[in-house]
């Protein structure tokens, strides 16, 4: 704390000259450490807090229902709409400062097949993240531990719709190891099928991240 | 504010009273040691560099991938090792809570049998899901909910309940003698602590 001295001048003495300068030598040293003890509590508001001061990023993705696509794919792969690859980014973090960044994503689940077509057809849904600063469907992308959920289909028996229809949602700290320090992490959401012949549906896909830093 | 208001002026021609000036130093001086406010600085004057870590928000967040077997022949709510949290507040705050689960239901599957998960801060409960049947074999859920809490330390804790729905009062009336099993696999308790 900046703690400023003042070395009172008395009526009817010489005003000394070591007066004068103790007073202005502690202001000068003491004016380089104004800290919080300086300010009075709750003496600051949201207007002497610059912008993007607690949240320095954020972003968010989104595809309609009427951007949905029809998948097939029996490996894991990064879901493409039309000719855009669900991907939100990027997303800057400082770990060592003690960012945290946040990320949560949303999006309907349907196998399209009915009876015994179904029978025990698996779609697992999972995001996965990347630091490549203009991400693809080639690029390396890292597995977001436990963010994967399955949705499984059953087979009931003869003129008995299964349940066709999941909602995926999750949302997750995001954690490089605790020092991480990038401004270009992307997050993807990727899935597939767990058998051929099946396919399935995608759509309504929300992707966002907010990085908290103070 | 520093120097809000001046205590003394002084006029041309006015011979210097000392008391003057040392009142109008001293008050400059009170203000700087811990009363300078909002009306001292710019607007937008502080930037991150200037804020302390946490000091507006905190994350907390715990995960598990490990199975998680709920004992299918209770209608109690279990906590078993589902998520928990441990959260020490070091003024009041808001506790905004985010839980994912994923259900892996195996064996004879009802259409009546389901699950239900909820959150509880101190016990309270802040958020809770409908029933989720064990025909949806694997599925996820995902609930949130806020609560206000004091200066001090607080649980959150993920909770699980199995049960025969009864559909007419949604409530779980009874455990079947012929029931499936259920793991609570992959899933996240997310804590956002907000302070301001």
């Known amino acids: 704390m900046a703690h400023l ?22 202001w000068n040293t003491q004016s380089t450490d104004i800290d919080a003890s300086n300010v009075r509590d709750e003496g600051l508001d949201g207007r002497s807090v610059a912008s993007r001061a607690i ?64 029978a025990n057809k698996s779609v697992t849904v999972y995001m996965a993240y990347t630091d490549d600063a203009s991400p693809t469907s080639g690029s390396t992308w890292n597995v977001i531990a436990r963010s994967d959920r399955d949705f499984l289909l059953n087979n009931y028996g003869a003129g008995i719709d299964p349940p066709k229809r999941g909602v995926y949602t999750v949302s997750f700290l995001f954690s490089g190891g605790g020092s991480l320090s990038t401004a270009n992490l992307h997050f993807g959401l990727f899935s597939s099928i767990s058998g051929s012949g099946v396919n399935y549906y995608i759509a309504d896909v929300h992707i966002h991240g907010v990085t908290y830093a103070r | 504010m520093a120097f809000r208001y001046r205590q003394k002026y002084f006029d041309a021609n006015d011979a210097l009273n000392i008391e003057d000036w040392n009142l109008n130093i001293k008050e400059l001086a009170e203000e700087f040691n811990g009363y300078l406010d909002r009306d001292n600085f710019p607007n937008g004057s502080f930037g991150q560099a200037q804020i302390v870590s946490n000091a507006f928000t905190r994350v907390h967040f715990n995960d598990s991938g490990t199975n998680e077997a709920i004992d299918v022949t209770t ?18 705050c808001i506790l905004q809570v ?20 909820k959150v509880s801060v101190d016990g309270v409960t802040v ?56 793991n609570v696999q992959d ?10």
Do not use: M
């Open chain 2, 98 to 117: 985010e839980l994912g689960a994923e259900n892996i239901w195996t064996g004879t599957v009802l259409d009546t049998y389901c699950v239900r998960h």
């Open chain 2, 187 to 196: 899933r996240q308790l997310l804590v956002i602590e907000r302070r301001r």
């Open chain 2, 127 to 182: 958020a809770e899901s409908g029933w989720q049947s064990s025909k949806q074999q694997n599925s996820c859920t995902w609930i949130c909910g806020a609560l206000p809490v004091s200066a001090g330390k607080h649980v959150i804790q993920h909770w699980a309940g199995v049960g025969s729905v009864d559909n007419a009062n949604d409530t779980a009336v009874s455990i079947p003698s012929t029931r499936p099993s259920l």
């Open chain 1, 55 to 118: 949240t320095p990023s954020d972003g968010f993705a989104q595809f309609s229902d009427a951007g949905s696509v029809t998948l097939t794919n029996t490996s894991p792969a990064l879901v493409a709409i039309g000719a855009t690859n669900v991907i939100c980014g990027p997303f800057n973090i400082n770990e060592s400062d003690k960012e945290q960044l946040v990320v949560r994503c949303s999006c309907k689940v349907r196998i399209n097949a009915t009876g015994s077509g179904a």
């Open chain 2, 75 to 92: 209608l109690a709510w279990q906590k078993g090792s589902l998520c928990s949290l441990e959260v020490i507040a070091t003024v009041d």
């Open chain 1, 5 to 26: 001295t003042f070395t009172e001048l008395l009526e009817n003495s010489v005003a000394a000259a070591a007066d004068v300068n103790s007073t202005l030598t502690s």
